[in-house]
Nanobody, 113 residues
Framework: VQLQESGPGLVKPSDTLSLECTISSTTTNIKNYYWNWIRQPPGKGLEWLGAIGPSGEAHYNPALASRISILRGTANNHFTLQLTAVIPRDTAKYYC??????WGQGTQVLVSS
C-alpha cells in the first residue's frame, strides 16, 4: 500500500487548507479500512484530525469539528481534507493513513502571512 499526500506548503491565516491523499494498492481492499488524516506540529506529538469510514461516514476530532471536512473522492482511492480559517497553530506535517499501519510520507504545511 502506498499513500501520497499533496497540497500547498504555505497557507495564509484565515484561508482554507486543502490537502489530497491518493492511495495505491494492488492487494489490499482499501475500502475496508478507515482513511485518516493525522498531523504533527513542530516539536509536538501526533494529533488525529479525522477519518472516513468504510461506509463513507466521516468522524472528526471534536476540537476541530467546526473547521474540518474530510471527503472521499469519486475515484474511490482518493480523499481530501479541508481545514477552514487556519491559524499559525495549524502549522504541522500532515499525514494520511490507511488504518493504523500504512502512512504517507507527510506534507509540510506552514500557516503564515
Amino acid at each position: 500500500v502506498q499513500l501520497q499526500e499533496s497540497g500547498p506548503g504555505l497557507v495564509k491565516p484565515s484561508d482554507t487548507l486543502s490537502l489530497e491523499c491518493t492511495i495505491s494498492s494492488t492487494t489490499t481492499n482499501i475500502k475496508n479500512y478507515y482513511w485518516n488524516w493525522i498531523r504533527q506540529p513542530p516539536g509536538k506529538g501526533l494529533e488525529w484530525l479525522g477519518a472516513i469510514g468504510p461506509s463513507g461516514e466521516a468522524h472528526y476530532n471534536p476540537a476541530l469539528a467546526s473547521r474540518i471536512s474530510i471527503l472521499r473522492g469519486t475515484a474511490n482511492n482518493h480523499f481530501t481534507l479541508q481545514l477552514t480559517a487556519v491559524i499559525p497553530r495549524d502549522t504541522a506535517k500532515y499525514y494520511c493513513t490507511l488504518g493504523l499501519w500504512d502512512w504517507g510520507q507527510g506534507t509540510q504545511v506552514l500557516v503564515s502571512s
